[in-house]
């Protein structure tokens, strides 16, 4: 009699024949996974150390900054506006600055530079018989010790120059606010009476009105 194959025995055999399919299957992409793997962690790799840094930068004035960096950036932004605000405060505030204070206490009672020009300015249209007789060209004045400093010529007097210039040191001494004037060298210059003339520097200190005036 012919030998019957149970049908228990035909599954095990169909379950093994596909097992060794599967198996097959497995074998021949094995490699192709991981050869894919490797290629997509590598391109992440690249991506993250040189693609992804170049298109998350940030232009912050002139300069490209990472995404990293803003947090510092910031923060020492935020330091450098603090500092510019104190030197803004400093500037546009100056009743906070000692030494500022000290110099208007220092001042006190003392004219200020346009009323000392003023003064100057008539006293020698005053002693002059033309407006260009005592040239002042320069008033200088140093607001923290309160010395002022003048340079100029006494000049179309003909002979006369030296008269003049002795005559305008004496009306500054009498002026109210000039006190320890020191007097210029008394000299005459030029090649002829009509080019007669006398160069003159000399300085004094502003005098500071009491309390009681």
Do not use: C
């Not at 050869?35 to 997509?40: E, G, H, P």
Request: net charge neutral.
């Amino acid at each position: 009699m012919p030998k019957v194959q149970s049908p228990k025995s035909d599954l095990s055999t169909e379950a093994l024949a596909k097992v060794e399919v599967l198996h097959r299957i497995v074998a021949s992409l094995g490699m192709p996974l991981f050869l894919f793997s490797a290629s997509l962690m590598t391109l992440l790799i690249f991506s993250w150390l040189f693609v992804l840094p170049h298109f998350t930068q940030f232009g912050v004035g002139d300069k490209e900054l990472p995404a990293s960096a803003i947090a510092g950036y910031k923060e020492e932004l935020t330091r450098e506006v603090r500092a510019a605000e104190e030197r803004r405060d400093a500037f546009l505030l100056p009743a906070r600055n000692k030494d500022y204070a000290a110099l208007k206490q220092l001042r006190g009672g003392r004219p200020d530079f346009f009323e000392v020009r003023a003064d100057l300015l008539s006293i020698a249209a005053l002693l002059g018989a033309k407006p260009d007789v005592i040239t002042l060209s320069l008033i200088d004045m140093d607001e923290k010790t309160g010395i002022v400093r003048l340079t100029g010529d006494v000049r179309n007097v003909g002979p006369r120059s030296m008269t003049v210039l002795a005559q305008f040191v004496e009306a500054l001494r009498d002026a109210p606010f000039v006190t320890n004037l020191t007097p210029p060298a008394y000299v005459r210059e030029g090649e002829s009476k009509e080019k007669f003339y006398s160069p003159f520097s000399l300085e004094f200190s502003l005098s500071i009105p009491s309390a009681e005036s």
